[in-house]
């Protein structure tokens, strides 16, 4: 299973609890060494295998997450972003259905949402 975990932009913090368990047991973790934080890098667990996604393509990515399915591993992949049609994510997510990889997203905390309370 691959967990797409969001992260907010610009510090490393702004992650979910459900978020910073699941980046604890992950076995892979694949994420942009250029969006996310390097703080983020110490919630990661200690033995699992890192990937810059920065130096990947989709087909790369693919074939990671082929071998961990494989291996009954569990990959998170690190998003700064929300998923919309236009997003990286959302071009892995069609990428995901067409090889029959399944996948979920946890939303992250992002700095610029407001919330109204009653």
């Not at 691959?2 to 978020?19: N, Y």
């Not at 972003?81 to 069609?94: H, I, K, L, V, W």
Request: glycine share 6%; net charge negative.
């Amino acid at each position: 299973m691959v967990h797409f975990i969001g992260v907010g932009k610009g510090s490393a913090d702004l992650i979910t609890l459900r978020g910073a368990k699941m980046l604890k047991e992950g076995d892979i973790v694949i994420y942009s060494h250029s969006l996310i934080e390097k703080q983020m890098v110490k919630k990661m667990r200690k033995l699992s295998v890192k990937y810059n996604a920065d130096d990947m393509t989709i087909k790369d990515i693919i074939a990671v997450i082929r071998e961990a399915e494989w291996a009954k591993m569990t990959t998170v992949i690190l998003t700064p972003e929300e998923p919309s049609p236009d997003c990286e994510m959302s071009r892995q997510m069609d990428e995901f259905d067409k090889n029959g990889i399944n996948y979920d997203f946890i939303p992250g905390v992002y700095p610029n949402r407001r919330f109204e309370f009653d």
